[in-house]
């Protein structure tokens, strides 16, 4: 016999649409003063930073740039490889990294290197969560939404096999397995 999951098993609301858009305006507000008038360039993260990108940057009340950056991280070695590179000349540039969230830092490491060592002005980042615990890499975030635990996370922006990015509201997932047997129970969750 096959038992049917229900969500609260598979998953748990960590946090809610309106505190997630709420805390976006506070942190919108915050580069709005302190980009003012300094032409920034948003270098969005994809894939996982683009619902992010996407409220927070309507958020800046700045005129800015927007373009786009794909990575890969190869295990924890901190290699990693340009799947798609920006294509806005970055020199003598304010440059804000847009992240869905910050793990270990390997990955922000790199990104911050290779937008200094392209004679940025300055670098900087905002990213919605910072999962603080487990950081290997020592690089600062200017600019955070919410601190995280260790959960692995689903939901506004973040994927499991490439799914849930479009949900609303962020969720941890309590039982990788479950989720493998019985995606389909997160669908209360995709349905907002
Ligand atoms: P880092 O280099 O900081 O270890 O990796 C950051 C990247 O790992 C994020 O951009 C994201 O793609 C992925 N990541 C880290 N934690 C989570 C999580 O809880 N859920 C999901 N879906 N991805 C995560």
Redesign the pocket.
């Known amino acids: 016999m096959i038992l049917v999951a229900d969500l609260e098993t598979v998953a748990t609301l960590v946090l809610e649409e309106a505190d997630i858009q709420s805390r976006i305006a506070e942190m919108g507000d915050a580069l709005t003063r302190d980009f003012y008038q300094r032409d920034p360039v948003f270098v969005v ?1 994809l894939s ?1 930073s683009v619902p992010f990108a996407a409220d927070l940057l309507r958020c800046v009340k700045t005129t800015c740039e927007i373009d786009f950056m794909g990575l890969n ?1 190869f295990g924890e070695s901190g290699r990693v490889g340009v799947t798609l590179d920006t294509s806005t000349p970055l020199f003598d540039r304010h440059v804000v990294i847009v ?10 490491k790199v990104l911050r290197t290779m937008m200094l060592d392209r004679g940025a002005q300055s670098v900087s980042t905002v990213a919605l969560l910072d ?1 603080h615990r487990r950081r290997m890499a020592d690089v600062p975030i200017e600019y955070r939404g919410f601190e995280v635990g260790d ?4 939901g506004y922006g ?3 096999k490439g799914k849930f990015r479009n949900l609303r509201s962020l969720w941890a997932v309590l039982d990788l397995d479950l989720l493998e047997q019985q995606a389909g129970v997160m669908g209360r969750a995709v349905a907002g």
């Not at 992240?99 to 922000?108: F, R, S, Y």
């Open positions: 993260m996982g991280r992240e869905d969230i910050v793990d270990t830092g390997l990955t922000l999962k959960e692995f996370l689903v973040l994927d499991w």
